[in-house]
């Protein structure tokens, strides 16, 4: 299977193993960027092992919200950089990320109540 990046460059993934996507992810993608890896992890949680919103805000502090958002996020980059068939990239109801702006990740997300407002906070810092 292969991936195009949205410059046109096609990259191959790997059938031998995850230690080769993941050395792509790296390549490409996240490189010794940690608050992608975070996020990629609490994607692998949930897609990958089907972990709750909540039991992964429990692993990294957050509360479910703020998970959700990070989802969004990291799932809105990685579709900004790459293109595949949307079977690659399922979507679950609750984390849908069409209609969301691309600055503002809490809206179009009516379950999840607000979380308190800090003023202090740049938008880049609420999802670290």
Do not use: M, Y
């Given at each position: 299977m292969s991936v195009s990046r949205s410059n046109g460059t096609k990259i191959l993934?790997?059938?031998?193993?995850?230690?080769?996507?993941?050395q792509l992810i790296h390549d490409h993608f996240a490189g010794e960027d940690s608050r992608k890896w975070k996020y990629l992890a609490m994607l692998a949680l949930r897609e990958n092992a089907g972990w709750p919103l909540?039991?992964?805000?429990?692993?990294?502090?957050?509360?479910?919200?703020?998970?959700?958002r990070?989802?969004?996020?990291?799932?809105?980059?990685?579709?900004?950089?790459?293109?595949?068939?949307?079977?690659?990239?399922?979507l679950d109801d609750e984390?849908?990320?069409?209609?969301?702006?691309?600055?503002?990740?809490?809206?179009?997300?009516?379950?999840?109540?607000?979380?308190?407002?800090?003023?202090e906070l740049s938008s880049e810092s609420l999802c670290s």
């Open positions: 993934l790997p059938r031998s193993g995850p230690d080769q996507f993941w909540d039991r992964i805000g429990n692993v990294f502090g957050h509360p479910k919200g703020h998970v959700t990070c989802l969004a996020r990291i799932k809105g980059e990685l579709r900004k950089d790459f293109e595949a068939s949307p079977e690659f990239l399922d984390l849908s990320w069409e209609g969301l702006p691309e600055d503002d990740f809490g809206d179009g997300l009516d379950d999840v109540p607000p979380e308190p407002a800090h003023s």
